[in-house]
């Protein structure tokens, strides 16, 4: 019974650097979603996919922001030129369907720090 | 777009007591309300959810209540454990697949 899995669970990058995050939801599930969350806050909406399809990116913070999902399982977020305000812990979800009120169900989370 | 307010920030109850978490939200279209419990060093775990043809959902010690026409939800979690201690997130979805997170109750539970 695998969860959502996510790698690296920590990341350290010099500023300037460009970082990749996976993403591995649960088996089956059609919709995936980032989120970014910066201490003692709540997640933030980064972008959402059904399949293999990006259906919403209004929360990436900047276009140096990329993700993508080729074959509509395995995830990837790209950050270029990372910058110390990237600082945070992503997060991956998923969900079964693409209807509303799906409920998602979240990996650990990649803790990026930016020196 | 929708904003969601969580109350309190930090909760500290004696093992046994109840708990009480509140949570607005000011985007009428909103039409489901998931629970979040989340330990330091993981991700959030769903504990319940409720949505919006529903007023009350309760699951073993926790529930959650929604009134719509205040545009309000809370989680209740009575005889509270140790083990319960984490923080815990509100959140709201409009339907379009993007959850909305409250801030967040730190809750902790002494023995």
């Known amino acids: 019974g695998a969860g959502v899995s996510q790698s690296p669970r920590y990341k350290v990058a010099k500023r300037g650097q460009d970082v990749a995050l996976r993403c591995d939801p649960i088996s089956g599930h059609v919709s995936l979603f980032w989120y970014q969350q910066a201490l003692g806050q709540g997640p933030e909406f980064l972008t959402y996919f059904q399949n293999e399809a990006q259906l919403d990116k209004s929360g990436l913070p900047s276009d140096r922001f990329f993700a993508e999902r080729p074959e509509g399982s395995v995830s990837t977020l790209k950050i270029q030129r990372t910058q110390q305000e990237d600082s945070a812990v992503y997060l991956c979800?998923?969900?079964?369907?693409?209807?509303?009120?799906?409920?998602?169900?979240f990996g650990d989370g990649t803790r990026l720090s930016i020196l | 777009g929708e904003n969601v307010e969580q109350h309190p920030s930090t909760l500290s109850v004696q093992e046994g007591d109840s708990a009480v978490i509140k949570c607005t939200y000011s985007?009428?279209?909103?039409?489901?309300f998931p629970w979040y419990k989340q330990e330091l060093g993981k991700g959030p775990q769903l504990i319940i959810d409720?949505?919006?043809?529903?007023g009350e959902k309760k699951d073993q010690r926790i529930a959650v209540t929604l009134n719509k026409t205040a545009k309000h939800f809370s989680l209740h979690i009575t005889e509270t454990q140790p083990e319960d201690s984490a923080v815990y997130f509100c959140?709201?979805?409009?339907?379009?697949?993007?959850?909305?997170f409250g801030t967040g109750t730190r809750l902790l539970v002494s023995p």
């Open positions: 979800a998923s969900s079964l369907g693409t209807g509303t009120n799906q409920p998602q169900h």
């Open positions: 985007d009428s279209a909103s039409n489901y």
């Open positions: 959140a709201a979805d409009t339907g379009f697949q993007k959850l909305v």
């Open positions: 409720i949505r919006s043809n529903v």
